[in-house]
């Protein structure tokens, strides 16, 4: 007997059109809450940075409200046996933040924030020490020339990645340690004038800018929250120009600091001496013509100390690094600058403060390169 077979029930057209304008409206329903709750998520985070970039704001604004003051008195003393005129002192790329990897630069360097703390320290006493034992250390006061480049920044993709600390921490590491050597010359020489300029790594943008150059660059940030600091402190006086570079005169000798990342060197073989050279004649034939001419350039950025006529660069805290490695650029120890500026001999003492020496981290280095090269025998 044959079995019938069951008809199968087809839906009609209209409904089958009716279920899928359901279906289409759930999901663009769907679609559109997703849509709400993604906007609602950066409404909240828009928020919050505009909270914060305002009370960065109120900060940076009031900071800005510090009177800047005029060069004092004593920084002109006048020739006698009892003085041995102005105290000075180069601070030059610190580049908190940073981090050198040893293993990358055959044991040359390392390099980070703690290491940055003891050689900041070292240098402070060691020049403090040379400045104390030079004959008749009778000093008007000292004189403090920041260079920039105190923190390492964002300005490459490679340090963004590879810094230890943020920029916010850096910035904070970077202004607790000035304070502290600001605060270690006042105890020792009675009065401090801080000249500061700002260098190319605390910049706020990926490529260097004209103007605004100073203002947007925590190097500038660092020195006016040290400024509020010391607000109360008739003994330290400053001198933050809103000018990539600063003149005064001291003691009879007129300064110009920069920090020198304007002198590009396009020659392997003199590497920043040409374009030291040529950029000091540039800048020589700038000042003349303004009425201002200077006696004395000081620059960083090179990461060298050189001490020759007509300008004196500082070295840096953070020495030999993967860029200089990788550009075989000429090894160089981590070094600071001090001198002394008579009023009737001009600059005199320039010494070169090896940051590095009794701290440990040189003699592990050689340890270290020494295993390596018997490794490799």
């Known amino acids: 007997m044959a079995t019938k077979k069951k008809k199968s029930k087809k839906k009609p057209p209209q409904q089958i059109e009716a279920i899928g304008t ?37 900060i940076i604004h009031g900071v800005a409200e510090v009177p800047v003051e005029k060069t004092p008195k004593w920084l002109k003393p006048r020739y006698s046996l009892r003085t041995s005129g102005v105290a000075s002192m180069i601070l030059s790329d610190w580049h908190y933040g940073e981090v050198v990897d040893p293993a990358q ?12 703390d003891k050689r900041i320290h070292h240098a402070t006493n060691t020049a403090i020490t040379l400045l104390k034992n030079a004959p008749r250390p009778q000093y008007s006061g000292c004189q403090l020339i920041a260079l920039g480049d105190l923190v390492s920044g964002n300005i490459h993709e490679e340090l963004r990645e ?42 706020n ?27 109360d402190c008739q003994d330290i006086s400053w001198q933050i120009p809103d000018s990539p570079d600063a003149y005064w005169t001291a003691a009879g000798v007129r300064f110009l600091a920069m920090h020198g990342d304007k002198f590009v060197s396009r020659n392997a073989i003199s590497e920043f001496f ?3 050279l040529l950029g000091e004649l540039r800048t020589a034939r700038r000042q003349i013509s303004m009425q201002e001419p200077f006696d004395m350039m000081l620059v960083g950025h090179w990461h060298q100390h050189v001490d020759a006529t007509g300008f004196i660069m500082g070295g840096s805290i953070k020495g030999y690094d993967e860029y200089a490695f990788n ?43 020494t295993k390596e090269r018997r490794r490799n025998a």
């Open 105 to 116: 630069i055959n044991y040359m360097n390392w390099f980070d924030r703690k290491l940055a």
């Open 205 to 231: 943008t990926r490529k260097p800018r004209n103007k605004g150059r100073v203002r947007d660059n925590f190097d500038w940030l660092i020195y006016r929250f040290a400024m509020e600091q010391f607000r």
């Open 327 to 369: 550009k075989s650029l000429r090894y160089a120890r981590p070094t600071q600058a001090t001198f002394v500026v008579h009023p009737e001999h001009g600059i005199v003492h320039c010494n070169r403060i090896l940051c590095d020496s009794y701290t440990g981290d040189y003699d592990e280095l050689c340890k270290q390169r």
């Open 22 to 58: 359901e279906l289409q409206g759930a999901l663009k329903e769907k679609r559109l809450q997703h849509e709400i709750t993604n906007l609602c998520r950066q409404l909240k985070e828009a928020t919050n940075r505009a909270l914060a970039a305002e009370e960065l704001k109120e």
């Open 274 to 276: 040409s374009a030291l």
């Open 162 to 203: 590879t810094n230890e600390t943020t920029l916010s921490e850096s910035v904070f590491y970077a202004c607790q340690q000035f304070c502290q050597v600001i605060e270690a010359y006042r105890r020792e020489f009675g009065k401090v004038h801080i000249v500061g300029v700002v260098g190319n790594h605390g910049r």
